[in-house]
Structures are given as structure tokens and as C-alpha cells.
């Protein structure tokens, strides 16, 4: 998108569309990040907690909270995202993998 971007400024053509939507690819991207970090401190948070209780609720209340809002993010990425750039399977080739 970039690379399109900049060779269409070069020829002094209208770039929006590309320029859009790798504007908000960078912007779900940094935020993934920052959901990961979170995910990432909030596991070790809730894992710190030696009562099974209340480990399980800080899992339910904290974790499973913000690992479905880092999948809402991914999933975005993951439409506006050629097959052949996208270096994960997939959620449907997952679930309906052949052999």
C-alpha cells in the first residue's frame, strides 16, 4: 500500500484510498500491540493471585476482556489484509483444515 502510495504521488495521482487504509492498518496495528502488552501484564497479574477463586475471576473479569478485544482488533487487520501477506491461519482455515 505504501509502495502504491508513493509511486502514484510520484506520478501525481490521487493515492487516498491507499493511503487510508494503511493509515488504519498502523493504527489497528499499534493498537494490537498495545492489547498484547496489556494481555501480556494482566496474565502475570492474574497468575500472581495464589487463590483459585479469585485467579479465575481476575482471568474472567481482566484477561478474557482484553484478549477479545485484541481478536476484534486482529480480525479488522485480518479483512483489510491480502491472503498472501497475512502470515496466520486464518480463523475459517482453522476450524476447516484439510489435509
Known sequence: LVKTASMKRDLSIEAGYEVKVATKLSTLNTEAYELSERLEREVHEANLEKDVEKNARLHEERVLSTMNALRMVVD???TMTSKEYW???SYSELLFRTK
Open 76 to 78: 479488522e487487520m485480518e
Open 87 to 89: 502470515p496466520i491461519p
